[in-house]
């Protein structure tokens, strides 16, 4: 039996039921995130919290989170997760009888956390195909609206690839279907800036402040990937996979040495943080 | 007691239930519609399920909705709806245990239909704000992925509009939050071309067919509009709605004469359809 939370209160998985007229099944109106577990503990757990804190603002869904973590702990022991994730959903709710459309009204928002255990992930080197669907939208945490996502994905495994190269409308590198890209070219750590339109990964963040050389953030065109010594994506799922190639780009991986370096520093940060 | 179609059966509302991991409920992946029922009828229907197999087939969702319209008259006798609407969702449903992600694995699409009593629209005069949410991507139906057109609704409520003017990254005007655009220069109908990234709206061709003179269908900035003699949206939920301002563009409407004309004909056509 799987428990969740749900609506205030934790209830078996199998309990929970949302309503056809609820705003996220609806409009995809709410937003999410997924948080690591290892060693039955929660990994930068805060970082997570606090990046769908930031989206509830945004958007204006009125929810108070701040007993999140204490929530994330109990399923964590209760559904006995040794390795895997926590994932949250806040929904909008639903409208009330009055209104229907997009134009949220009388809702009540409610938070949705459920767990998975996932062994931790190992060591991949992945093919991504350059999306024919744009990041547009600045997006300060994920949000239930993630139709391009599924798109981008779908494409992409059309193509024999793993993940997806999004860009923004101008061509400029933003992230991948799931998460976010790095290249190394002699020995600097180049990945795109928080202004374009992609959401701040939680492990972006791990990886820039774990990689000791370097660091230039920016706005990049695809010809920065085709010169690239080594390319790599970050996300929780994978925590750091390599990217062996780039299709249509053209685009092979010289290398993976400083792409399992980096992954390396990372997994004994998560391991020295989760066994105290 | 409202009746609704759910996973091919009929059943009460209330028994309907949706699982958390729903991927509509999850990243909006699905798509939907609303048609207009009038008289106890349904009006246009074709038209509506023509879109929403669109929308299917473009993302790959694989379902049948061959007797989509003998089930929504179904439930607009089982309901007793003389005016209203019905409303279609189809959900991609739930990925297989195996996979969380963005990518759809082994999901089981589904059809919900239910039905909304509502009385035919009256003659609304709206005012618009122009949206900081950009169109972007060509859609070929409604999404349930549809969080910037809440964020657009929202923000126009906000500065005291009914709705929202949607311009694409380019400032090409595409639609409002809820429908289609169009304005009266010289007795010429201008309309923004559907080559422009937003949904084509089933009203907007009936006032297209009904309009009896010149269409101009093209790609537009606000100039356009600043010009314009009358400006009107289109939707199954206004039919024809004035706009009587814009902000902050500053433009306030001289006349409103021919939009109500166009109104007329529209609720003549639809009075003949569905009194049969």
Redesign the interface.
Known sequence: VAY?Y?KGEIIE?SE?????D????????GV?DTALVVNSKLYDFAAHQERLKRGLET??IEIDIANLEEIARTLVEKNSIEEG?VRM?V??GENGPEA?????VNTQPYL?V?T?A?PFPSYKQLTLWVSS??A??PLPSK????????????EA?KQGCENALILN?KGHICET??GNIFWIKDEVLYTPSLQLPFVAGTVRKRVIDLWGGAVEEGVFTLDALSEADEIFMSNI?HMVAAVKAIKPLGYAAKSDVLTQQIREKLIAEIQAQTSV
């Open positions: 969740i749900f998985e929970a039921r949302i309503s056809i609820d705003r996220s099944f609806r409009f995809g109106d999410f958007f204006e994730y959903i929904s909008r229907m459309g997009y134009l949220p949705v459920q998975a996932v669907y744009e547009h939208m949000v239930n609206a993630s139709l391009h996502y599924v798109l981008a994905m779908q495994a409308t279907g799931s799922g």
